[in-house]
């Protein structure tokens, strides 16, 4: 374990990653119905176990975002003490509030379920920036974006590395981080 962790410091120093941990293995898993159908398959991403070190820095830069007041105070999703929930309640009082005074209401209502397989790696980088994410870290996590590859089993057979040049991986810390990252300055 002091091992695994003086090489994972040594690597955040260099800011590089050790070669093949921004591999991923996607593997198909049948949710049902017709087999012969593609969307009745979720990806599973099969990832290095040292992308563990990246889940731990990225809670810190929630942490940060958090403590410094940064997260966007109109913000819900992924957020301490609110909830999708919540951010009804309030847009429904905005609404009650406009009627009352007699204002016009318009409503657009986006889906964005595949958000997070678009998000793209230099507009996420420029807003860490942003966000004071530099020197060492930054660089770190630019290389484990913009190195990564995946490749795809099925059955057995491995398909040949292919360049991922968007989205992030679907662990829950990396989402809510990507998601409070690039919500953050949306009013």
Known sequence: MVFQFYISISYINSGKLPEGIAQTIV????????KCEPRN???IALTNHLTKIFERILKDIVKHLETNNIVNKIQHGF????????????????????????EN???????FSKAFDKVDHKILLQKLHQ??????????????????????????????PVSVISGILSQPTQLVTSYLILTHLVS
């Open 27 to 34: 593997t198909p898993l049948y949710k049902g119905g017709a």
């Open 41 to 43: 398959y979720r990806p």
């Open 79 to 102: 957020t301490k003490k609110k909830s999708t929930i919540s951010q009804l309640l309030n847009y429904y009082q905005d609404i009650i509030t406009m009627v009352e005074n007699k």
């Open 105 to 111: 209401v318009d409503t657009v209502y986006l889906d």
């Open 131 to 160: 966000l004071g994410i530099r020197g060492k870290i930054h660089r770190w996590i630019k290389s484990f974006l913009t190195n990564r590859q995946q490749r795809v089993l099925v059955e057995g057979f491995l398909s040949e």
